[in-house]
């Protein structure tokens, strides 16, 4: 059995992890209290105490609008963390496995992004998780790079619970339909990373597969359809609450007027991931029904 750190342990592909693996794999977990991304070189002492095999960073500034204030925040904890975690990781011979997302595109393409298109970040989170991805290219020899898009999970901070919120505050809602991408459920991507990581267990020195893969159900979406899709379960499930009964009206980004500009298409392509893990996640719409489904259970 593989020894795995896992670090972002409250994030929403971080408590997903925790369902996965605890109990199967010989796994330890770290929040931001036991690792700060700001003082990253404490990792070292962790990795000689518990030694382990494999390290999934899931910890990252994620705060999209955030980050053009923040910017030295963002770089410091998605980007210089970053080239210090991954040759440390390469030192001790770890493989490393680290997230990364549509953002660092900027939605000029008009079909899937592949992992070979040439990414070009609009934002200052784009940026700063673009060079994070290139600090492990260059540092590490054994490592994926995992980039999705949308997550949500039945934590509060993502897309689902925000529309769900602002109903109560407001009965129409303006959801953005002109940047299309796909949304995935956290433990569709947790279970995925997990099998992947099962598929090398058996040769890992003699492994060929390192790289960036793109991890994403197969279907692209608008906010608004995501939006619409997940008032029509509710709907279903529960007719007389107030998200059931807001209204949602389609607006576009330039009149939505984000803080951080977002590709206006970036959607990705997860051929690779099918073709060398014979891997594939459920689209967009199972993941809101996951979610929706958990959400009834609290
Ligand atoms: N969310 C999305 O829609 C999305 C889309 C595409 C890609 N991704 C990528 O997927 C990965 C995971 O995303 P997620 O949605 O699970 O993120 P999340 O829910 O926002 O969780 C982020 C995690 O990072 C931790 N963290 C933040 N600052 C830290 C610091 N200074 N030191 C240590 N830990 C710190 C947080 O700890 P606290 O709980 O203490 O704050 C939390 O555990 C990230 O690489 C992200 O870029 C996310």
């Given at each position: 059995?593989?020894k795995i750190l896992v670090l972002g342990a409250t994030g929403?592909?971080g408590?997903?992890?925790?369902?996965?693996?605890?109990?199967?794999?010989?796994v330890e977990f770290l929040n931001r209290k036991e690792l700060d991304f700001k003082k990253i070189e404490a990792i070292e002492a962790k990795i000689k105490e518990f030694q382990p095999d494999i390290i999934i960073n899931a910890a990252a500034y994620?705060?999209?609008?955030?980050?053009?204030?923040?910017?030295e925040d963002?770089f410091q904890i998605n980007s210089f963390a970053i080239d210090k975690l991954s040759k440390l990781v390469n030192a001790y011979g770890v493989v490393l496995v680290h997230?990364?997302?549509?953002?660092?595109?900027?939605?000029?393409?008009?079909?899937?992004?592949?992992?070979?298109?040439?990414?070009?970040?609009?934002?200052?989170?784009?940026?700063?998780?673009?060079?994070g991805?290139?600090f492990v290219?260059?540092n590490c020899?054994?490592?994926?790079?995992?980039?999705?898009?949308?997550?949500?999970?039945?934590?509060?901070?993502?897309?689902?619970?925000?529309?769900?919120?602002?109903?109560?505050?407001?009965?129409?809602?303006?959801?953005?339909?002109?940047?299309?991408?796909?949304?995935?459920?956290?433990?569709?991507?947790?279970?995925?990373?997990?099998?992947?990581?099962?598929?090398?267990?058996?040769?890992?020195?003699?492994?060929?597969?390192?790289?960036?893969?793109?991890?994403?159900?197969?279907?692209?979406?608008?906010?608004?359809?995501?939006?619409?899709?997940?008032?029509?379960?509710?709907?279903?499930?529960?007719?007389?609450?107030?998200?059931?009964?807001?209204?949602?009206?389609?607006?576009?980004?330039?009149?939505?007027?984000?803080?951080?500009?977002?590709?206006?298409?970036?959607?990705?392509?997860?051929?690779?991931?099918?073709?060398?893990?014979?891997?594939?996640?459920?689209?967009?719409?199972?993941?809101?029904?996951?979610?929706?489904?958990?959400?009834?259970?609290?």
């Amino acid at each position: 059995m593989r020894k795995i750190l896992v670090l972002g342990a409250t994030g929403q592909i971080g408590s997903a992890l925790k369902r996965d693996l605890i109990g199967r794999e010989k796994v330890e977990f770290l929040n931001r209290k036991e690792l700060d991304f700001k003082k990253i070189e404490a990792i070292e002492a962790k990795i000689k105490e518990f030694q382990p095999d494999i390290i999934i960073n899931a910890a990252a500034y994620t705060n999209v609008d955030g980050a053009e204030d923040f910017r030295e925040d963002a770089f410091q904890i998605n980007s210089f963390a970053i080239d210090k975690l991954s040759k440390l990781v390469n030192a001790y011979g770890v493989v490393l496995v680290h997230f990364s997302t549509d953002y660092i595109f900027d939605g000029q393409k008009k079909s899937p992004y592949m992992e070979t298109d040439t990414p070009n970040p609009l934002s200052v989170y784009g940026e700063s998780k673009l060079e994070g991805e290139k600090f492990v290219e260059e540092n590490c020899s054994k490592f994926f790079i995992i980039r999705t898009s949308g997550v949500i999970s039945k934590n509060e901070d993502n897309f689902i619970s925000k529309i769900k919120k602002f109903s109560e505050k407001q009965n129409k809602l303006s959801v953005i339909n002109d940047q299309i991408t796909s949304i995935n459920f956290s433990e569709y991507i947790s279970r995925s990373t997990a099998t992947m990581l099962k598929k090398i267990d058996d040769n890992i020195e003699n492994e060929s597969r390192w790289g960036i893969y793109h991890m994403s159900g197969d279907k692209a979406g608008s906010w608004f359809d995501f939006a619409n899709y997940a008032q029509k379960l509710s709907k279903l499930n529960d007719p007389n609450s107030v998200f059931s009964k807001s209204i949602i009206e389609s607006i576009s980004s330039i009149e939505f007027n984000q803080k951080a500009k977002r590709p206006n298409y970036s959607f990705l392509s997860s051929d690779k991931l099918k073709k060398e893990f014979d891997l594939k996640l459920p689209n967009w719409e199972e993941s809101i029904k996951e979610v929706i489904k958990e959400n009834e259970k609290n």
